[in-house]
């Protein structure tokens, strides 16, 4: 069982940058790949980023890459999203989630191939 809770958000303006946070409570934390999704209104949740359970591969959706990292440190069991140069189209509540299985090889990008997600915190970038 892994419980994960996210941290970092608010409202900035295009252009500015934050860092989201997803502390994770559990003993096998560093064996799990880990994603960050996000959800606007009305539209479905969307792949924004992906780690690998050591943290050596990492995977980004077209619309935030160069502009996105993800990082893990599984010593402080957290995951972390530095958002730079941000867009209102970034506007959303992102997800931190926990793959379903430990030492997974593959890292997925489909948000139904992860089993434990987070409450979500709120993005919200003006124009």
């Known amino acids: 069982q892994v419980l994960l809770v996210e941290s970092g958000g608010g409202l900035v303006q295009a252009g500015d940058s934050l860092r989201l946070s997803c502390a994770a409570t559990g003993r096998t934390f560093n064996s799990y790949n880990m994603g960050w999704f996000r959800q606007a209104p009305g539209k479905a949740r969307e792949f924004v980023a992906a780690?690998?359970?050591?943290?050596?591969?990492?995977y980004y959706a077209d619309s935030v890459k160069g502009r996105f990292a993800i990082s893990k440190d599984n010593a402080k069991a957290t995951v972390y999203l530095q958002m730079d140069n941000l867009r209102p189209e970034d506007t959303a509540r992102y997800y931190c989630?926990?793959?379903?299985?430990?030492?997974?090889?593959?890292?997925?990008?489909?948000?139904?191939?992860?089993?434990?997600w987070g409450q979500g915190t709120q993005v919200t970038v003006s124009s």
């Open positions: 780690i690998s359970w050591s943290g050596g591969r990492t």
């Open positions: 989630a926990a793959a379903g299985q430990t030492y997974a090889i593959v890292v997925e990008t489909t948000a139904s191939r992860y089993a434990y």
